[in-house]
């Protein structure tokens, strides 16, 4: 069983950054690839991108490539998610989950945080 807990989130204007960190305990963490989602009000989870169990690739959807870096220091138990150039759109409840493969499918994911808000004001 793997506990994942996130912080780092709050309010920020447009245009400025933010780094998300994930910390886990109770699991060997370095096993797992770890993905970020999001979720806004009304709006469906939407991934956010994922970084491999040893942090040597990752992938992102193309709409946030460019912007939002993920990495992950397995010493650590640490995974991270790097967000420049915020903009209101952004703004959501992120996520980071644990999972045996790289996906970009939250079903595939099994292991989940309690979430942190993430506002970004114009």
């Known amino acids: 069983q793997v506990q994942l807990v996130e912080s780092g989130g709050g309010l920020v204007q447009a245009g400025g950054s933010l780094r998300l960190s994930c910390a886990a305990s109770?699991?060997?963490?370095?096993?797992?690839?770890m993905g970020w989602f999001r979720q806004a009000p009304g709006k469906e989870r939407e991934f956010v991108g994922v970084v491999s169990a040893r942090g040597r690739s990752a992938f992102y959807p193309e709409s946030l490539k460019g912007r939002f870096t993920i990495s992950r220091d397995n010493a650590k138990n640490t995974v991270y998610l790097q967000m420049n150039s915020l903009k209101p759109e952004d703004t959501a409840v992120y996520y980071c989950a644990a999972s045996g493969s790289m996906s970009y499918s939250w079903r595939t994911y099994d292991y989940w945080g309690q979430g942190i808000q993430v506002t970004v004001s114009s």
């Open positions: 109770g699991g060997t963490f370095s096993s797992y690839a």
